[in-house]
């Protein structure tokens, strides 16, 4: 059974930055791209941001890009956001997840296509 579980974020400030975690128990780790999504208060999960297997390909909701970076630590087995210049629509439950195709050459934005979804970690930015 693959165990992920996210932690960071917390109640912030409008223009802070933090850094979410999200530690897999998955053997191939490295085989898989991440995912981290998002689901907003009474709103439906969205993605935030993808990673590949290799870590050399990302996508980035429009609402995002120039503000957070997704990235991976293979051996550590444990995919990072970092989000910079926080906006109060950006709190909601922040959760990652894995896509487990092997080494799959298209990247899937999702949330459709992956699986084991952690506990989440609230983010909360007040302005």
């Known amino acids: 059974q693959v165990q992920l579980v996210e932690s960071g974020g917390g109640l912030v400030q409008a223009g802070d930055s933090t850094r979410l975690s999200c530690a897999a128990s998955l053997l191939t780790f490295s085989s898989h791209a991440m995912g981290w999504f998002r689901q907003p208060p009474g709103k439906e999960r969205e993605s935030v941001a993808v990673?590949?297997?290799?870590?050399?390909?990302?996508n980035y909701a429009d609402s995002v890009k120039g503000r957070f970076t997704i990235s991976r630590d293979n051996g550590l087995k444990t995919v990072y956001l970092q989000m910079n210049s926080l906006k109060p629509e950006d709190t909601a439950v922040y959760s990652c997840?894995?896509?487990?195709?092997?080494?799959?050459?298209?990247?899937?934005?999702?949330?459709?296509?992956?699986?084991?979804w952690g506990q989440g970690t609230q983010v909360t930015v007040s302005s």
């Open positions: 990673i590949n297997w290799s870590g050399d390909r990302t």
């Open positions: 997840a894995v896509d487990l195709g092997v080494k799959r050459d298209q990247l899937l934005i999702g949330p459709k296509g992956y699986e084991y």
